[in-house]
């Protein structure tokens, strides 16, 4: 049961990344540092949504 629940996350999780990856591609505006938030820490993530890391 655990395997076919952690398999339906996995399936989930890559869905997402691939409807996320689709939407950054068409958007011109899109910063390459997002693309490395994975390595940030959640107070960084946190000031970047909030925009206080933007381009001007």
Known sequence: MTLFIQRAEH???Q???A???EL???NDKARNEI???DD???EEIERIR???QRRS
């Open 11 to 13: 399936r989930d999780t």
């Open 15 to 17: 869905a997402l990344q």
């Open 19 to 21: 409807k996320l990856d």
């Open 24 to 26: 950054i591609k068409a």
């Open 35 to 37: 693309a490395e938030m």
């Open 40 to 42: 940030k820490e959640p």
């Open 50 to 52: 909030d925009g206080g």
